[in-house]
């Protein structure tokens, strides 16, 4: 396993409505800064929420990516993965359009920067937002399955992998409807991103987590690690702090390392984008917006459990 840190933008969603103008300390900082800060807390790699790298003038874009790439190898430290959480499934199709646009621009710059994958969620969801009051579930699966295997084409032209997060919200949030849309897309550069809070609220009420890990291993590329607790659904959960919420931490270290997990164990704090009860962010409402406290407590946490970058071995 490699350790990473997962990079924000300030206001990632480019909307309003969740988490208001969501500001973190190092969502107006230079990406080279962000990977540079990276490797001084010890990790092996960093990732990029794609808006981060899109906030740039347009005249920059290139040739900051040719920076990140020569910075990261000069820190010695991967740049793990971009996520790139676009638009999948809509009723409206210029959304949609646009959506997997988007994701074939950070594949683009994925093949830049010398990743391996990039990683999306099924947006806009269906079931959060409740995207069933417009369109049915054979609808909604069948624009999920094309737009994914539109993308997997365009990434296997530039020898990446495309990596699906089973999340709650989406109408992939089963371990089987995982499979199945797999087996329904035939791509073999599919690959499933494994959400640690997603697992304990949305899979566990199902199936035991060690035996979705084992199941799902021969696809699992990258595991976004944190802590949640659900709210009264499986679509209403909060992203707490470490140590406060529902994973069991160790219980995913051993089931990780049973299936000899090779690929990232990317820290993803998304609880600085306070949203309140419902929303995005600590139930209470309070956003952790320091990420030099992430970067650090992080790893002193993750560490008691067995989690620890190959750089420090």
Same mark, same amino acid.
């Given at each position: 396993?490699?350790?990473?840190?997962?990079?924000?933008?300030?206001?990632?969603?480019?909307?309003?409505?969740?988490? !208001?103008?969501?500001?973190?300390?190092?969502?107006?900082?230079? %990406?080279?800064?962000?990977?540079?800060?990276?490797?001084?807390?010890?990790?092996?790699? %960093?990732?990029?929420?794609?808006?981060?790298?899109?906030?740039?003038?347009?005249?920059?874009?290139?040739?900051?990516?040719?920076?990140?790439? @020569?910075?990261?190898? !000069?820190? !010695?430290?991967?740049?793990?993965?971009?996520?790139?959480?676009?638009?999948?499934?809509?009723?409206?199709?210029?959304?949609?359009?646009?959506? +997997?646009?988007?994701? $074939?621009?950070?594949?683009? &710059?994925?093949?830049?920067?010398?990743?391996?994958?990039?990683?999306?969620?099924?947006?806009?969801?269906?079931?959060?937002?409740?995207?069933? /009051?417009?369109?049915?579930?054979?609808? &909604?699966?069948?624009?999920?399955?094309?737009?994914?295997?539109?993308? @997997?084409?365009?990434?296997?032209?530039?020898?990446?992998?495309?990596?699906?997060?089973?999340?709650?919200? *989406?109408?992939?949030?089963?371990?089987?409807?995982?499979?199945?849309?797999?087996?329904?897309?035939?791509? =073999?550069?599919?690959?499933? *991103?494994?959400?640690?809070?997603?697992?304990?609220? @949305?899979?566990?009420?199902?199936?035991? %987590?060690?035996?979705?890990?084992?199941?799902?291993?021969?696809? +699992?590329? /990258?595991?976004? +690690?944190?802590?949640?607790?659900?709210?009264?659904?499986?679509?209403?959960?909060?992203?707490?702090?470490?140590?406060?919420?529902? /994973?069991?931490?160790?219980?995913?270290?051993? @089931?990780?390392?049973?299936?000899?997990?090779?690929?990232?164990?990317?820290? =993803?704090?998304?609880?600085?984008?306070?949203?309140?009860?419902?929303? /995005?962010? $600590?139930?209470?409402?309070?956003?952790?917006?320091?990420?030099?406290?992430?970067?650090?407590?992080?790893?002193?946490?993750?560490?008691?459990?067995?989690?620890?970058?190959?750089?420090?071995?």
């Amino acid at each position: 396993m490699k350790l990473s840190l997962e990079v924000w933008p300030n206001m990632p969603w480019g909307r309003l409505e969740a988490a !208001g103008p969501a500001w973190n300390s190092w969502g107006d900082k230079p %990406v080279t800064w962000c990977a540079e800060r990276t490797a001084g807390y010890g990790y092996d790699g %960093v990732d990029f929420i794609f808006a981060k790298l899109l906030d740039v003038p347009a005249d920059q874009y290139d040739q900051q990516l040719v920076d990140l790439r @020569a910075t990261a190898e !000069g820190l !010695g430290i991967d740049i793990g993965y971009l996520g790139c959480h676009t638009t999948f499934v809509s009723p409206r199709e210029f959304d949609r359009e646009r959506g +997997i646009a988007t994701f $074939e621009k950070a594949l683009d &710059a994925a093949a830049v920067l010398g990743c391996g994958s990039v990683v999306t969620l099924i947006g806009d969801g269906y079931y959060d937002p409740p995207l069933n /009051v417009l369109l049915s579930r054979k609808e &909604a699966w069948r624009q999920c399955r094309e737009a994914i295997t539109e993308v @997997a084409a365009h990434a296997s032209r530039l020898g990446l992998n495309v990596s699906i997060e089973l999340l709650q919200g *989406t109408i992939l949030n089963r371990v089987e409807l995982i499979e199945r849309m797999f087996d329904e897309v035939g791509a =073999e550069n599919l690959r499933m *991103t494994m959400d640690t809070g997603a697992f304990y609220v @949305a899979v566990k009420p199902f199936m035991d %987590v060690k035996k979705a890990i084992k199941r799902l291993g021969r696809y +699992i590329d /990258v595991v976004q +690690i944190k802590d949640e607790v659900g709210l009264p659904t499986i679509v209403n959960t909060n992203h707490i702090w470490f140590g406060g919420g529902l /994973v069991d931490f160790r219980e995913t270290f051993e @089931a990780l390392s049973e299936i000899d997990f090779q690929g990232y164990v990317s820290v =993803e704090w998304e609880g600085w984008q306070a949203g309140g009860t419902i929303g /995005v962010g $600590e139930p209470a409402g309070v956003g952790l917006a320091d990420f030099d406290r992430v970067a650090e407590e992080s790893l002193e946490f993750l560490g008691e459990f067995g989690f620890t970058p190959r750089r420090a071995r």
